[in-house]
């Protein structure tokens, strides 16, 4: 594979890019717009529930994620990554569409589960496609930056609240359009990776010589290729797997935590209307592109590793300072914090992206990256339903605080076992 290793970033690249970037814009757009219906919903009568239940179905979709990375992230190692990702955007697209027309919050609760299920696994299986694509040297800012179609997303649903004038179910039909997205990703091949790996050697070849141009004569790997289980994940990378199941609940908590109740965060703090809190909200998520764009850079500069563990723990700091002032009243610090939490949590985001798959080999990315998505999913699962939980018995401040120290402890994880693969080829 050291066609692709050493590849130039050309036009295949390119739409690669721009297929999976739209892919994961409309990830975000579908996992955020619980944060702008929860405070919509207050006004009909048959979606009213406690902050509680309002959390839990915040967190229906992530606990669908949890499911969907782990199930999508090993099918992707039997059928192939293109078809595991079209399957799980077509998933998430039918059920956003769908959910835009139930009659009560628990209805609702049940189509959130389902588009979860496509969006956890489209995450992890569009990354190790995208991956398995890129050039050694630039890969992982490559990835950080297919990351930062997250922020994107995020702005997008924002203006989208407000052109829709706050109906959520319009915001919730919007997240359906990423359907037209499949017949692009159609048209992209399989990753030559894993046809190689599955015995499918002309296929790769022409997959290669069609991308890059040249003729190359492909063999089989001298080691039999054989699906891994969870049990062989743990015992053979025990240390990578644990690292990286704290390092995506802790990332994926603090996320989820403060995104989904950022309107609620806002409004509380500032004394300013739900529909004025989706203003400053578009604010924050606009500091989440330099934040990509800056961990893209780093991540080749200083390593993985040190972005990753740096960028966490200055998020958490972040949420520190957001807590001191939470119940001051000061406007401008307290939007600071939200600000430098944005920056750097969506930094960090990119480079666990780019940091995952390259930990694991080839024959088992799928299923590692998967299971790292999962654990992402109990973390953003737990997140919502405990802050919601908080807000009710304490105050903002104190379930930012909780999400802050959650930050910092992922932080200390991948700073003491994690290890750097910075200018490492993929195995």
Not at 53 to 67: I, V, Y
Not at 86 to 103: N, P, R, Y
């Amino acid at each position: 594979m050291e066609v692709i290793e050493n590849a130039r970033f050309g036009k295949f690249h390119y739409r690669l890019l721009a297929v999976l970037g739209t892919i994961w814009a409309f990830i975000a757009i579908n996992t955020l717009s619980v944060a702008f219906i929860i405070p919509l919903l207050k006004k009909e009568p048959a979606f009213q529930g406690s902050l509680t239940k309002l959390g839990a179905m915040g967190s229906a979709a992530l606990w669908g994620m949890l499911l969907g990375a782990w199930f999508f992230g090993i099918l992707a190692d039997y059928i192939g990554r293109k078809k595991s990702l079209s399957l799980a955007v077509a998933t998430f697209g039918i059920a956003s569409v769908v959910s835009s027309f139930v009659q009560s919050l628990d209805q609702l609760i049940v189509l959130r589960f389902i588009v979860g299920l496509g969006l956890g696994g489209s995450l992890p299986v569009a990354s190790s496609y995208f991956a398995e694509f890129m050039p050694k040297k630039i890969r992982g800012a490559m990835i950080s930056i297919l990351e930062s179609f997250w922020a994107i997303g995020t702005i997008i649903i924002g203006i989208v609240a407000l052109m829709v004038k706050a109906d959520w179910r319009g915001i919730l039909l919007f997240g359906g359009a990423i359907l037209l997205a499949l017949p692009f990703l159609a048209a992209l091949p399989e990753s030559p990776r894993f046809l190689l790996l599955n015995g499918k050697i002309r296929e790769a070849e022409e997959v290669i010589g069609k991308i890059f141009g040249v003729s190359v004569k492909l063999e089989m790997p001298k080691e039999e290729h054989r699906k891994i289980t969870i049990a062989e994940l743990w015992s053979k990378h025990a240390r990578t797997t644990f690292m990286l199941t704290v390092a995506w609940f802790s990332i994926a908590f603090a996320y989820y935590g403060f995104f989904i109740w950022l309107p609620k965060f806002l409004a509380s703090t500032l004394n300013i209307t739900v529909f004025k809190s989706f203003q400053y909200f578009i604010i924050t998520a606009l500091a989440q592109l330099p934040g990509y764009w800056s961990a893209a850079y780093f991540i080749e500069k200083v390593g993985r590793k040190k972005t990753l563990s740096g960028y966490l723990f200055v998020s958490g700091l972040a949420g520190l300072l957001f807590y001191k002032f939470a119940s001051s009243g000061n406007a401008s610090m307290i939007l600071l914090s939200a600000v430098l939490f944005s920056f750097f949590n969506l930094g960090a985001w990119g480079a666990i992206y780019a940091y995952t798959p390259e930990l694991y080999p080839t024959s088992v990315r799928g299923t590692g990256t998967g299971w790292a998505g999962a654990m992402a999913r109990i973390g953003g699962g737990l997140a919502p339903i405990v802050a919601g939980r908080v807000m009710e018995i304490s105050t903002v401040g104190m379930a930012v605080l909780i999400i802050a120290i959650i930050s910092i402890i992922g932080a200390l994880d991948i700073a003491v076992l994690g290890k750097e693969t910075k200018g490492k080829a993929l195995e």
